[in-house]
């Protein structure tokens, strides 16, 4: 069975601050993939990053990072330099990675961030 | 440009009246998902089609269905609406047969049974 596990609920900062998503999941399968997804008011849910378990090499994208330790089961999202449009709703999900999986997410609860001017 | 469309954004229905979601998408993508998103709550897989080929998950409930009646359309049905089906229906898509398995989602419908 598969988990993901956001223990944030909300996070609230000031314009510019760092703000940082946690995200630990379960899973029984050897290989899988990792995302986030962006949800803002709108209700859409926007595609943001992904990661393949047997790449933990840790990137940044523009004001996007990820911190990927599979020791931990950890995939924690950071976002540099925070803005008012950054505020949505931050979903970690996890998919196996098998034919009939793909694109079948199991999200976690969600963080709510909330950036003020 | 949108490339998952979904029609209506909001929608009313009365209790037990059926009711029908539609999505459509440009990406030609194989697989089609509807996902629901209660209030607060995270996205929760009904069913997906692979092709033609319809997969329930478990614990969906007998009051939905879904329909695709081609690769761009997918329709979700549901029999007699309750007042706990009030939600938000998200529409997904993906291909199956690349590495490139990120889910492209829709907009949403919000559901608003009275």
């Known amino acids: 069975a598969q988990k993901v596990t956001q223990a944030q609920t909300e996070i609230s900062v000031v314009e510019k601050e760092d703000v940082t998503l946690d995200c630990v999941y379960e899973?029984?399968?050897?290989?899988?993939?990792l995302f986030w997804y962006k949800q803002p008011p709108s209700g859409e849910l926007v595609f943001l990053i992904r990661?393949?378990?047997?790449?933990?090499q840790n990137e940044i994208s523009g004001r996007y990072s990820w911190n990927f330790q599979k020791s931990t089961s950890s995939f924690n999202f950071t976002i540099t330099a925070s803005q008012v449009v950054d505020s949505a709703v931050y979903f970690c999900?996890?998919?196996?990675?098998?034919?009939?999986?793909?694109?079948?997410?199991?999200f976690g609860a969600g963080t709510q961030v909330v950036v003020t001017p | 440009d949108a490339m998952v469309i979904q029609n209506p954004r909001y929608q009313v229905t009365q209790f037990g009246k059926p009711v029908t979601l539609s999505c459509s998408q440009t990406?030609?993508?194989?697989?089609m998902y509807w996902y629901q998103q209660k209030s607060s709550q995270a996205p929760k897989l009904l069913f997906h089609y692979y092709d033609k080929d319809f997969n329930n998950e478990a614990d969906t409930p007998d009051n939905f269905q879904s329909r695709r009646p081609n690769t761009s359309f997918c329709f979700l049905d549901i029999r007699s609406p309750g007042l706990g089906d009030a939600a938000m229906y998200l529409c997904?898509?993906?291909?199956?047969?690349?590495?490139?398995?990120?889910?492209?989602f829709g907009q949403g419908t919000r559901l608003t049974v009275v």
């Open positions: 899973t029984r399968d050897t290989t899988y993939y």
């Open positions: 997904a898509t993906s291909r199956r047969d690349t590495l490139n398995t990120e889910a492209f």
């Open positions: 999900a996890l998919s196996a990675m098998t034919t009939d999986s793909w694109g079948k997410l199991q």
């Open positions: 990661r393949n378990s047997f790449d933990e």
């Open positions: 990406l030609n993508h194989n697989v």
